[in-house]
């Protein structure tokens, strides 16, 4: 089965986990997932430029992502896209998260009906801003969780393994409904609503 035919059935409310690596393909499922929902229906949570490497990519790779993509930047200090919001992830953190919920939620509702599609590229880049404090690594891990159920959106979260604080993983892998991790080019779903597609890989093309 191919990468885009499996999360065309990935179902309103559902939070799908996608762990890859340095070195992995990730930018072309972010892609996909673009392609597949319609840039329109995206929005774009990035934690520090982690959307760079995905920038690099569709340049090199010849493919045009759209200027307007609305995004929310959470740091860092490339301005590309259209910037709906805009946060310091250097602040309190209470702060940070009480200001993104508020204005998420506010989005979801001036667009309901249309079901968005969240992605979320890299918050384990926060943990280390926090001192690795197990308390934080908590708070973020019940915030991601907080929008599974949610009928007016799918949310695709992505974690660099090779950066990420093992129990923040641990913990996501947990709670999310779906989990895929991606080594080299080739996606394989850990963990699924059905248990026969458990090990199964997918394909990009």
């Not at 590229?121 to 907080?146: K, Y």
């Not at 393994?161 to 991606?182: K, N, P």
Request: net charge neutral; proline share 4%.
């Amino acid at each position: 089965m191919k990468f885009s035919e499996y999360i065309g059935g990935v179902k309103a409310g559902e939070n799908v986990l996608i762990e890859h690596t340095s070195l992995s393909a990730y930018p072309v499922l972010f892609y996909l997932i673009g392609k597949t929902y319609g840039w329109g229906r995206l929005i774009m949570v990035d934690v520090i430029d982690s959307s760079l490497p995905i920038l690099r990519w569709a340049r090199h790779a010849g493919v045009e992502l759209p200027s307007g993509l609305a995004r929310i930047k959470a740091g860092g200090t490339s301005e590309w896209g259209r910037i709906i919001l805009e946060l310091d992830p250097h602040r309190d953190p209470g702060i940070f998260l009480t200001k993104f919920e508020g204005f998420i939620k506010g989005y979801y509702e001036e667009h309901s009906g249309e079901e968005m599609v969240t992605v979320i590229m890299n918050s384990e880049r926060l943990v280390p801003i926090q001192n690795n404090r197990r308390g934080f690594i908590l708070i973020l891990t019940n915030f991601a969780t907080s929008f599974i159920g949610n009928p007016g959106r799918r949310l695709f979260f992505f974690v660099n393994i090779d950066l990420a604080d093992g129990r923040y993983v641990a913990l996501l892998e947990e709670a999310f409904t779906r989990v895929i991790r991606i080594d080299d080019k080739v996606p394989r779903v850990l963990k699924s609503p059905n248990s026969g597609e458990e090990g199964k890989e997918l394909k990009l093309k």
